[in-house]
C-alpha cells in the first residue's frame, strides 16, 4: 500500500493498493468517515492487486479523467464508501471481474458515477449515485454485470448508458430525473430490464432486450 503522506485521518495524496487481500476499513470517530483526498491529477485510489476490501472512506478530489475508485483487478468490494468531488469519474472498473460496488454515495462527479469498461461479472447494488456530469452508470463493452437496488438520480447525461454491452441485469432501481433520460441502450442485447421505476427507456439498434414489470 503506497500513500504519500497519511495524517490523522486525511490521506492526502494518492493511495495505490497494490497487495492482494488487503482489507482497508475506515472507522468513524465521531468526526466523519476518514478522507483519502487525491492530489487533482491522478485516481485517488486505485486497486491494482486482486481480493482488497476498501469500507467506509471518502473519497475525493481525483484529476480528470482518472477517477476516485480506479479498479484495475478482480474480486474487490467496495462498501459503504462516500465517493464525490472527484474531476472525472467517481468509481472506474476496467478490464475487470467479479468486483463489488455495495451502499456506496456516488455524487458530484465530474464524469460517469460508476463506468464499467470491458468489465465482465460485477454487482452495482444497494448505491445512491447522483449529481454527477455526466451518467449515473455507463457500461461499455461490459456484459453480465448486475446494476441492483440503486437510487440513480439527477445526473447530467443518462441515468444507466449500456452501449455494446450484452446480458446484463438492470433490476430494482429507481432511475429517475436525469437531464438526457432514465435508461439507454445502444448496440446491446440480452439485457435483462426488470421491475425498475424510470422516466423512460430509449434504444438504438438494439435489440432482444427483454423488460418485465417497470414503471414510469
Known sequence: ITCRDWSSDVCSSDLDVNKSGIVLKGVDTGEG???????GVGSTVTLSADGCTLEG???????NPHAGI???S?????IGNTVRGNRGYGILVSNSTNNSVERNSISDNGFDGVFLDNSRANG??????????????????SSENIISGSLIVHNGFYGT?????????????TILHNIKGGIRLVDSTGNFIARNNYDDISAVNSEGNPFADNHE
Request: aromatic share 4%; proline share 2%; no cysteine.
Open 70 to 72: 480506479d479498479v484495475r
Open 124 to 141: 452495482i447494488s444497494g448505491s445512491t449515485i447522483n449529481g454527477n456530469g455526466m451518467n449515473g452508470v455507463r457500461l461499455l463493452g
Open 57 to 63: 472512506f471518502v473519497v475525493m478530489n481525483s484529476g
Open 33 to 39: 468517515k476518514p478522507i483519502v483526498s487525491g492530489d
Open 74 to 78: 478482480n474480486g474487490n468490494a467496495l
Open 161 to 173: 448508458l449500456v452501449e455494446r454491452s450484452n446480458y446484463n441485469r438492470i433490476t430494482d432501481n
